[in-house]
Structure formats: structure tokens, C-alpha cells
């Protein structure tokens, strides 16, 4: 267990629709970082946040949005769904910015859009 | 933008086998981290290399980044079927805002 939480594990749902899928950063980090694994894209960095702020984005669709609250989890909401947002999305941790704190990963939410 | 290019882009070896899989930046690298992933799963952080000829060893795993800072190489020394996985490299932005990864390393270990 890396820490970092991820629910939920597996998703599928139909186009057209809208999921949300939430991260628990591993306790003490304040940065949270969504990226996307597609087969064809490999793993794409979206967006990032610390403490609550937006800090960097990605290659993230205006459809895609996301949002760090209070207590630190973080949301990622993904609406108008295109069988091609079919993907792993990732979430990861940081207790700061930058290479010296290190990146933990969580294990993943699986998305199917049938 | 900088982008990491990994080789080779699959591996097949017999158990025992020693093998190098290799990540080359466009750009000079602030942080370089390795990561192993099983199919579909998440990451599993191996190592992580900030200095210049900086190596690192994780039982029989050793990563090294180059003077330069511009390659990484991973090392597997007597590989075992629990080696096997997706191996990536991952790189950090100046600003340390994400890391930047490579598509990957498959890696089959035979028995």
C-alpha cells in the first residue's frame, strides 16, 4: 500500500455520461497530481495541485476538471464521455514540488466508456 | 517540452540473464526516477537519481544517471520472472510541477 488512495478501482460507464474520481494523498502531502494511461498516449501528465491551489496543467480537456479541497483528497471529474477518455488515470502525491520529495502513486481508477 | 525516449521498447530474456534498459533526455534532468509497473496496475517507485554519475542499487537493481544528466540506464543483474513488468523512466520539470515519462520498457523474464 503506496499511501495513496484511489477509488473508485474500476469504473464503466456510457458515453455521453459524467464520473468523478477521487484521491486521498498519502498523509502529509500537500501536492496531489492526476495523470492518464492510455494505450496509445502512455502515461500523460492532466494537472496538479498544492494545498488547494492549482499549480500546473497538462494535457488536460476543458471537459476534465479537478479540485483539491480543505482536508487535501482531490477530485477529478470527467464529463461528456468519449469511448476515448478509456483509460487508467493515476493520482499521485507529493509532500512539496519538485524532485526532492519524491512522487508516490496510488493504484489507479480504471475507466471504461462503452 | 522535454521528452524521454526509453530503449529498448520490449525485452525478452531467459531467467539469470543480465539486462540495461536505457532513458535519454532532450533536455538536462533535475530529477530522474524509475518506476515498474504490472500491467494495468500502479506504480511501484524504484529509485530516484538527482546528481551528476549519481548510481543507486536496490538488491539487484542498480540505476545510474550520467554525467551529463541527460541518460539514465537500469540495471538487472540475474534477472528473475518477478522482474518482469513495465519499466519507466520519469523525469522532473524544472519548476517540479509533474514528471514527464517515458512510454516504457516490457519486460519478459522466461523460466
Known amino acids: 500500500d503506496s499511501g495513496v488512495t484511489q477509488t473508485p478501482k474500476h469504473l464503466i460507464t456510457a458515453t455521453g455520461q459524467r464520473v468523478t474520481l477521487r484521491c486521498s494523498p498519502r498523509s502529509g502531502d500537500l501536492s496531489v497530481y492526476w495523470y492518464q494511461q492510455s494505450l496509445d498516449q502512455g502515461l500523460q501528465f492532466l494537472i496538479q495541485?498544492?494545498?488547494?491551489?492549482?499549480?500546473a496543467k497538462g494535457n488536460i480537456l476543458e471537459r476534465f476538471s479537478a479540485q483539491q479541497f480543505p482536508d487535501l483528497h482531490s477530485e477529478l471529474n470527467l464529463s461528456s464521455l468519449e469511448l476515448g477518455d478509456s483509460a487508467l488515470y493515476f493520482c499521485a502525491s507529493s509532500v512539496g514540488q519538485g524532485a526532492i520529495y519524491g512522487y508516490t502513486f496510488g493504484s489507479g481508477t480504471r475507466l471504461t466508456v462503452v | 517540452s522535454q521528452e524521454l525516449e526509453q530503449s529498448p521498447q520490449s525485452l525478452i530474456v531467459q531467467e539469470g540473464k543480465n539486462l540495461t534498459i536505457n532513458c535519454t533526455s532532450s533536455k538536462t534532468l533535475y530529477g530522474l526516477y524509475w518506476y515498474k509497473q504490472k500491467y494495468g496496475e500502479g506504480l511501484i517507485f524504484l529509485m530516484m537519481?538527482?546528481?551528476?554519475?549519481e548510481e543507486k542499487s536496490h538488491e539487484k537493481i542498480t540505476a545510474k544517471l550520467d554525467e551529463k544528466k541527460q541518460q539514465s540506464s537500469l540495471h538487472i543483474t540475474a534477472s528473475q520472472p518477478s522482474h518482469a513488468g513495465i519499466y519507466l523512466c520519469g523525469a522532473d520539470s524544472t519548476s517540479g510541477s509533474r514528471l514527464t515519462f517515458g512510454e516504457g520498457t516490457q519486460l519478459t523474464v522466461n523460466p
Open positions: 495541485y498544492y494545498n488547494g491551489e492549482e499549480r
Open positions: 537519481l538527482q546528481k551528476g554519475g
